[in-house]
């Protein structure tokens, strides 16, 4: 499947409603309000308005149409504009359907996973989700016990196969993963669906938007102690961000220093790990052991 984004630049509907709300504090700060005024301005609070310029709940026309009139934004064109984008950021996600399946941490991860420019992801245990077959995806989401499949194992491992579309749009992002040697050895499923899913990488490797790196065991660890995804955005209103998963929910960071830190762990992991090439090598000689 290849399909564009169809909007001029902004992907979906999460990292519109960031952008909007970037923008509207922009223009707050350049008319000297405070937020407690703008937020009495729409019948709000100061914090309904730190959320909303965080982009971290909807937008109603009516609220955004008072803020731009009180930050003397009058002209019809330029009004009309922000308006659309709260349309466009109020419309429901593809993912919208698998709402009862996801947390709402995961929500946003889904939606900023595919206005991404660049994702950089480390994983130590399972396959990248962007890169897993159905089989494998299936296998890890019935925890290994294919008893356990039901309508509701088939509808998440349909959305991972949805959330992979991203990979092959006219404007797909760059995806640099980097994975364990331990990945490539770990049964899941047995050998053949663990087969068929290094085939699986040997064929994602091939696409001019996708690079696969190895971590040796013998560096394995070094660099980074967890698993995490960085995206990365071409929308100056969107910031770098780190994805951190853990039992009971995620981390969102986006400090500099903090994106610093972690594009450090980045470059020591593509300099630990074995070149593109040689790590498409290692996943050859891995598919042959099976």
Do not use: C
């Amino acid at each position: 499947m290849a399909e564009g984004r169809g909007d001029g630049g902004t992907g979906g509907p999460t990292a519109r409603r960031i952008v909007l709300g970037s923008q509207l504090r922009r223009l707050r700060e350049r008319s000297e309000i405070s937020r407690a005024d703008a937020g009495y301005a729409i019948r709000g609070s100061e914090s309904k308005i730190s959320r909303m310029e965080l982009g971290r709940v909807g937008f109603k026309e009516r609220d955004v149409a008072d803020l731009l009139t009180m930050y003397g934004v009058t002209d019809e064109v330029e009004r009309e504009q922000f308006l659309a984008m709260v349309k466009q950021s109020n419309e429901p996600g593809w993912w919208h359907r698998y709402n009862d399946l996801m947390p709402y941490w995961f929500q946003d991860f889904v939606g900023l996973e595919e206005s991404a420019a660049r994702i950089q992801t480390y994983e130590l245990q399972f396959v990248p989700g962007l890169m897993q077959t159905e089989e494998y995806a299936r296998i890890i989401a019935n925890h290994g016990r294919p008893e356990l499949v039901s309508e509701e194992t088939e509808r998440r491992v349909a959305l991972r196969m949805s959330r992979q579309k991203v990979l092959h749009r006219l404007d797909a992002p760059k995806l640099w993963a980097v994975i364990d040697e331990s990945v490539l050895h770990r049964p899941i499923g047995g050998p053949r669906v663990l087969r068929e899913q290094i085939e699986h990488l040997l064929e994602l490797t091939r696409l001019p938007n996708i690079t696969l790196q190895v971590v040796p065991y013998a560096l394995s660890g070094y660099a980074a102690e967890g698993s995490f995804t960085m995206l990365r955005f071409t929308e100056q209103e969107l910031p770098d961000l780190v994805y951190i998963e853990h039992l009971g929910g995620a981390l969102y960071l986006d400090r500099t220093d903090e994106i610093e830190s972690y594009s450090r762990v980045v470059d020591r992991l593509t300099v630990d790990a074995e070149t593109p090439s040689r790590s498409r090598q290692l996943l050859s000689k891995r598919r042959a052991e099976i």
